[in-house]
């Protein structure tokens, strides 16, 4: 069963950081890796998508990795800003299967402090 | 263009009542998910619509939870006999075609559930 672990559970920085966020998971037999960012009271809006045969895609500030065989995705984040502030999510979507077979790990929350 | 919508948005119930949330998914989309968000869990997948195949039923925990899809558009979720431990976000997310890998879902902004 496919496992997926977000480290640290909350982060604090000030603005204008640059920092990273973690997401591992234990089975590398994955299709893609999505991140999404979760404002309070609101949905899931996706961030960055990168198929298993990619290593990172790039979407303004935020760069996202993949490591397929490590098990490890990283999202980064240049020039932090207060807007930043939210929930960090990965989600894995395994090989065999579809959207509904996706694991998502429990976040990282973001606070970017002005 | 307009997102996919959920209501209500908010939904207090007594233990044992029963509850319907809907989702509204965004024109167009074949495919309907509906997700749990417990307090500090991950999403749990529920259940999943693709067109007018038979749903996936595969995550729904027990026979207190329903749903359905009318017309390939809005869907219900229906909770019967509530109990405590379903209090929690409840999420539908769409998706034009699931099949493509390149495919993202959408997310509503959820029903958050409180049962008393």
């Known amino acids: 069963k496919q496992e997926v672990t977000q480290i640290p559970a909350a982060l604090s920085v000030p603005e204008g950081e640059n920092l990273v966020l973690n997401c591992s998971f234990t089975d590398s037999a994955i299709y893609n890796l999505q991140w999404f960012r979760q404002d309070p009271g609101k949905g899931l809006t996706s961030l960055l998508l990168?198929?298993?045969?990619?290593r990172e895609q790039t979407s303004g500030r935020l760069n996202a990795s993949l490591d397929k065989s490590s098990g490890r995705s990283t999202l980064y984040i240049a020039a932090s800003q207060p807007g930043d502030s939210a929930t960090y999510l990965c989600a894995v979507r395994p090989y065999s299967g579809g959207y509904q077979k996706v694991t998502f790990g429990t976040g990282t929350k973001l606070q970017v402090i002005p | 263009g307009a997102g996919v919508s959920q209501s209500p948005s908010n939904k207090v119930t007594e233990k044992g009542k029963d509850v319907e949330l809907r989702c509204d998914p965004i024109s167009g989309h074949t495919a309907l998910y509906w997700y749990r968000q417990s307090l500090g869990q991950g999403l749990e997948f529920l259940i999943y619509f693709q067109g007018n195949s038979a749903p996936d039923k595969s995550g729904l925990p027990s026979d207190r939870f329903s749903a359905e899809r009318t017309g390939g558009s809005v869907s219900t979720l229906t909770i019967q006999r509530t109990q405590q431990e379903d209090s929690a976000v409840y999420l539908c997310?769409?998706?034009?075609?699931?099949?493509?890998?390149?495919?993202?879902?959408?997310f509503g902004p959820g029903t958050r559930l409180l049962v008393l």
């Open positions: 990168i198929q298993s045969s990619q």
């Open positions: 997310a769409s998706s034009l075609d699931p099949s493509g890998g390149a495919e993202t879902q959408y």
